[in-house]
Each structure stands twice: as C-alpha cells, then as structure tokens.
C-alpha cells in the first residue's frame, strides 16, 4: 500500500478487516515498526473522532505524530497552477505538500469540499496535489468526495457484529441499508460514496434509499440497488446506516429536510432486529431519534473504537511495504 | 482514584502531598507506568500553566498525550438532554465524550462557567457528563466550580515552606488567609471554592477576607473564618493566597473595584512575613503590587512548578489502581 | 551554547555546519540524549517550516516536545514594566516565560515585529525577556529582527551544493548574491538580516542588491557589498537568494513593487549557472517566476529539509552542554 485514498488502495478488503481485527486484539504489538517515523496531522477543517483515533493509532505503531491546523495555525494556501500570487495566499499548495513531505514520512490530509463547484470539488484537488508533490504515502482524513477510514472502520464493525451473532439455521449475507437523513445544514457527499464503494466490494446485500434528487454520483454506487421508499428499503435490515448529504445532481442544494425520513423506533421496527450506525457527529433528533441512539441497536461507538484500527493497519501496511526516506 | 473533581476523590491529603513530594524528587521513577495510556485533554477554554503542567505530568510517567481545543478545533457541542439538534451544535456532549473515551485511557476536561445562571453553572454540567458517558477516569483542568489540581499544587507548596522554614521555639500550625482582589473582569469562583475546600482538610488556619457580598458558597467554606476587614485579617498571617472572583450571591456580578484590597508591601507587612500565592495568571498592579510580585515573599513559580507534581501524583494513582479497558 | 538567537551564538560556523552534516547522516544517533527532556514551542505568530522542523529535530533527540500558541491557546500577555494591568492584557511576560520555564527544559519562541515602530520592533522585546525570565535556554523560531534556525539551514545548502559540485580548476569561494523581490505586503526584515550575518562570517563572496530606500541596518550588513543594479550584481552569481523586506529607513514602508525585480529565467541567465534559493513560503510570479521555482536550479526544498538539522545540531548542542534544571 502506497496512498490510502479510496477503496482502490486497499487491495483484498477481506483480508485487511481480518488484519484489523489482529490489530485490535494486539493494538501494541508492532510498537517498534513505527520508531523514528513521523506521521503529519494536516488538517483544513475540523475534526475530533479522525484527529484523536488517527493519533492513538499511530502511537499504538511507535510513530511519532504532528498536528498541524493548516487553515489556523498557518496561512492561506494556493493552489491553482500558474497563479500571481499577489493576493491573499501567502504559499502555493506545490511548496506546503512538498515542504511537508520533507518532514513526514506519512502526511494524512483533511480537506472538505467547498459546496459551491461539483467539478472543483470531485478533482480532489488539495488531496491529489500532496499526493502530487509531497514525495510520501498520503492518506486520507477525508476528501471532498470520500472517506476511505470511516468505511474501513464501518466494515470491520458489520464484521465484528455479523460474526458475533447468534447462529441461524440459513447462511446469508447481511443486509445492509444506508439511508439518507434530514439535517438543517449542507453536508459533502464523502461518508455515503465512500460506505458505498466499500459496501459493493464487501460480502453484503447493499441497498440505499433517499428521496429522489438525492442519486449520489454513479462512480461510487454503481449496481447498488436504490429504493426511494424508505419504509420498503428498511425491510429486513440487519443494518441500518443513517447519513443526511446534499444534492449530487443540484450540487449542493438541500432539496428535502422531510422529517418523516429520521430514523425511529417506528423506522428500526421494520427491519430485522437491525443495528443502527452513524458515522458521528449526528443530530440527534433530526438525524436519529434518541431512543435509537440510546438503544441497545446502537453500534456507534463500537463504529468510533474501530476508527483507531482502521487506521493502524493501514499505517502498519504502508510502513512495512514502503520504505519513505 | 477513579474520577479526580474535588477534594473529596483525594483520599487522605496529608499523605497525598507526600506522595507529591516523593514524585517531585524522582519524577522519572515511574515512566513505565503509563506506557501505551493515553491522556486526552479537553479544553473548552484557554490554559497555558494546566495545558503544560499535565502535559510534563503525563510524559513523566511516559503516557502519550491529545490535546484537543474542542471549542477550536472541533464543533459546538449540545448539553441538553432531549435536545432536537437544528440548530448550531454539531454533536451532542453525550457522543463527544463517550467517543473521546474510546481513545484516551483518562480524559482532562477545562470547562468554564458562563456566570450567566448560577444553578446552571454550579451543576457542572460539562465535566459531570464527561464523568457519566465517557466509560474512563475524569480529571478536572478547572471546571465551573473548582480547580482541584490547583488546590494541590498550592497545599504542597504551603507543605514545603512550611516545613523548610526556621525552627520555631512553638510548634503551630500556619495561618492562611485567602483574600479577595480587584480585578477588571468577570471571574470564576473556582479557584478560591477550591482552595477554601481544600484548605479546610488541612492541617492549617485558614481565614478569608473579601468585601460584603463576595461571600462563596457555604458549601466549600462551611466553617471557615470570614473577616470584612482586610487588615485585620491579614495580621500574622504566614501565607497571603490574593484572587478574584465575581460575586455568588449576587452571582456574575461585580460589586467592588476597591483598590485598597490589591495586596501592596504595606499591606503585606502586618502580617507575620507571610509568602505572597497567587495561582495565575495575575494582573500586575491590580492584584498585587510589583513590589510584593517581585520581592522574596512571592511563591508564585514554586506554585506553578508544583503544578506538574499535583498532576502526576494523581494520574500516578488512577494509573496504579485502575484498569480502564 | 546557552541561548540561540543570533549568530553570536554559534560559535566556528564552519565547524558547527560540519556537526550538521554529520546529523543528518545519522539522525538518530543521540536519540538519548534528549530523553526526558521538554522542549516547549511558543508561538506567537503562524508557522509551518518552523514548527514542523523542529518537532522533527527535538523528536530525532528523543526529547518531548509541547506546542503552545500561545496567541490563539492562551490570552493576551502584557509586556511593558510597570504596567497597570487593568485592560485587556491578563498576564505578564514576566510570568508566562517564567512559568514556561518551569515546564520546559528549552524553550523555542516566535514573535514577529509589529512592523510599526521601528525601536521597538529591533529592541526585540519578546524574546529578551524570555531569556531574562525563563530560566531555561531560549532559541529563536525567528524573532522580530532576525531567523537563525533559516540562515544555519541556508549554509548547511550552499555547502552542501558547493561541495558536491563538478570540480573546477580554479579553487574559490561561492558568489552568493541576496535580492530583494516584490510582494504585496509588509513584511520584516529578519531573514535578510540573519542571512547577512551568517553569509559575512561565512567563507563566501557576498553581495546585496536592492532598490535604493531598501537598505538594512548596518549593524547586521556591515561590510557588505551593497549593488543597486539586480542585473549587475546577478552577474557571476554561484547563488541567488530572494527574499521581500520593508523598509528599515522608511520604517515598515514599501517604497518599491517594481516587477523587474522578480526572479525569472533571463535574470538567472546572467548568473554562473546559479542555484535559487528562498526560505520559503514565497510568493510564486511575483518574488520568482514559475520558471525559475520548478526548474533544476531551484534548491528551495533542500534548504527546507535542512531546518531540521539546523534545529536539531543546536538543540543538540545544548542538551550536551547545559545542564537547565
């Protein structure tokens, strides 16, 4: 493994929640394979769940770990090509990644979409520029198209949960349903692409539902079966996962906030004994009732623990199959 | 120790502040201890001497180390319980913590009070809920109402003139008075609630003096002596402890500016040559006169400085007794 | 060494870049040596190179290393003596630098000129009262008048490259020619100031051009040759240096946005096949042309790389000599 950028990067996704799970249940055994290695946090957006389980991970490996707030603790970046820079930017992306690359040998790289151009947005330009320029393995802490760590840690969890359970007489693939939410802001579509382009390589049964206008962008959800009545998609769920995004095709409009689509007891009613997942921070309430998220069908936080492991394999493969100096 | 809020999860403070001591002699003799344990802190508000002092506190007993400005580096974080979240706050307090504890073995909150509403303030709502859903030990970095590892610091610092000075022909305990100050803000109650709580467990005298209707809450100065009058209380006192705060019964308000209560030489020259404490940071010339801040008596730095050992005694003893995973 | 803040502080340069050298041959050598030691980054202005090089150098020592903003994390410091701290201002510079001290075993601070008042900004009040205060040895992560860590990194390149260079039958020094370029803000005068210091103790033919009005103090450029023509003094360059500065006589003024002098191909090819060299974050087509930056001769990023070895032979030094607590 080079890059961690999408599902792509991941070779045998089966494989590698198996390793996970090793890693899990021996966070401190590759303790050495990260000395005198240094990680960089570089964050353009905030962050709290990747920022922490990011860090533990890599200090489970030995590595040392950099934050940087590059939106507040440094300047403005550029990054169109050719730019005068006789503006605001004080550096061009080129020099920032680059002049990162020389002091980490991994750089994870946060960078949300603005919202406001489908096609800046989809070129992933800030990502794809480090990756460009910085000379080391890039990593992921969420694009403005996707969100390869989450997905990792959402599939090990269906894992953990499926193998777990209590023995039925068919054997059969989960289903699993990742349904669209209301929320009073503008989200990025990055967490729904992403549990889609992991859900369709993974060994599950994948539908998605949302009210129409809400298509997600057909690179990622490609033969995914969509629903757009939610109470028929829900039917024998064995996972429910709730997500509210905006508009790919009107880039970046709320066009429904219809209550009616959180997610209820009533909702979770229909499904088979379901767990619920959400890849935090949720509205509660809008997104999620409480008494879901209070309930015993919630597996939010075992989504949240398993963030550490889905990043410490992927660091522990790159360093063992990359030598970055 | 399991949570650390107030003197009450103390234990026996005499044989705390030995404990301290012997941290303080050999700081490096248990760097195994907390080995792969991670300390996350939660800062909610500004710090310099807690952001550095628990840092150094937990490097010393070899932990890794978060820190996380939630207020700047994530998002607003909902309180109310039942809230429908459509508003401005990303993620509820119950999410927040319970995550954070997914990654950190202990977790150190700093939560101010707003000095708006004094029930609201006074139910330490942040830290509690920390406590409730995070699933690990607690410290508190100044919450709404009290400053624990502050208190410490200040006992072991009394514990070490004290014991260090000239003998005396009469054995005695030491005379403490904590007086009020002006200031030009709005302050907490935390510090002086605090030191009130923890000055009554110990071995000493312990008087405060403030103007009319600065009185604290019964509830951390029960016993103690009140004195209107500056002067008279501070005779032979043999340590002076200067700090504002706003007013609890008239709660966020400030009721006097007088200048004749800043601690000047004058002032410190009825007393039996005390050392001058303050817990910084102090306003030069409105707490405390350069002259006193300056001279021999001031003990401000032995204070700070002891802000490492209050820490690592502490997180010493959760790390020994309890297992957080 | 004691303190690093000047080049007064650096002893033979030539032997202290050779101590660099072998450093970065062997980064992990003296990973002991700084063990259970604190390193404390103060910043009081964005950073990137700084911040992220010398986490790397104290990291390389095995020291911990704490960054505290202290402008965005703490609160506004008062600095003048005397003062009646009754604004805004809630902490003495005496107090924050001595109570760093008591937490840091080396303390790194940035602080930049206001770019106002000219005997001010050069009295470097900051820093000098960090090392009046501390304790504990102070380097500079560039102050208001000069950048030492940036001018060690700048000589450990020229003589990397000068070394590595294709013999020729002629032995002699390295014509290094520092410019001054356009830029649309105001900005100090520390870089060019510290490269002056270093270069005229350096072994190197050094020659400064820039518009009339642009001259430095002298106490910084003393001998220097002085060329008012860029095209003339380029000529036979072995190394061009670029860099933007306000006026020193016209105090914080930019008398001069002149686009001649930009760096571009044809100024290079007046030169002796000339590296360029820039300390980096720099304005691209308006300080150097495209061109010019990802061309062959551009060895901005091996200067970059350099800051960790720069930081890390000082810090290094230090540690071996200066015993602090």
Redesign the interface.
């Known amino acids: 493994m080079k890059h961690f950028i999408s599902v792509n990067d991941a070779g045998d996704i089966t494989q590698l929640v198996l390793e996970a799970l090793m890693v899990k249940k021996y ?2 055994a590759d ?1 050495e394979l990260g000395k ?1 290695k ?1 990680l ?1 946090l570089i ?1 353009l957006n ?4 990747t ?3 990011t ?2 991970a890599a ?2 490996l030995g590595m ?1 770990v ?1 934050v ?3 939106d ?4 403005s970046i ?1 990054t169109k090509e ?6 605001s930017s ?3 992306i ?3 990644s ?3 690359g ?3 040998d991994i750089i994870g790289v946060r960078s949300f979409p603005k919202l406001l151009n489908r096609e800046e947005d989809y070129s992933d330009d800030v990502l794809n520029k480090f990756i460009q320029y910085a000379g080391v393995p890039v990593i992921s802490l969420e694009s403005a198209t996707l969100h390869p760590f989450q997905s990792l840690a959402d599939l090990i969890t269906i894992n953990e949960v499926w193998n777990n359970r209590k023995p039925e007489t068919v054997i059969r693939k989960p289903k699993v349903v990742l349904t669209w939410a209301p929320h ?1 802001k503008i989200l990025p579509q990055a967490v729904p692409n992403s549990f889609s382009e992991w859900m369709l390589k993974a060994d599950v049964d994948f539908v998605i539902t949302h009210p129409e206008g809400y298509e997600l962008n057909e690179k990622f959800t490609k033969e995914a079966k969509i629903i757009y009545n939610q109470d028929e998609a829900l039917k024998n769920a064995d996972f429910v996962y709730a997500k509210n995004w905006s508009s790919y095709k009107e880039y970046g409009k709320i066009i429904s906030q219809d209550k009616n689509w959180m997610i209820t007891s009533k909702k979770m009613s229909f499904t088979n004994n379901a767990k619920f997942m959400h890849c ?7 997104v999620v009732a ?1 008494e879901v998220l ?1 309930g015993s069908a919630s597996i ?2 075992q989504q ?2 398993n963030r ?1 492991y889905s990043a410490q394999v992927v660091l522990k493969k790159i360093l063992e199959r990359y030598d970055p100096h």
């Open positions: 966070p401190f303790k005198n240094t960089g964050f905030p962050s709290l769940r920022r922490l389980s860090q533990c200090q489970n040392d950099i940087m707030n590059l507040k603790e440094g300047w550029e050719g730019a005068v820079m006789d503006g004080a550096e061009h080129k020099e920032a680059a002049v990162i020389q002091y980490c009073p935090l921070p949720v509205r509660r309430n809008v409480d209070d939010v936080l949240a623990k550490i």
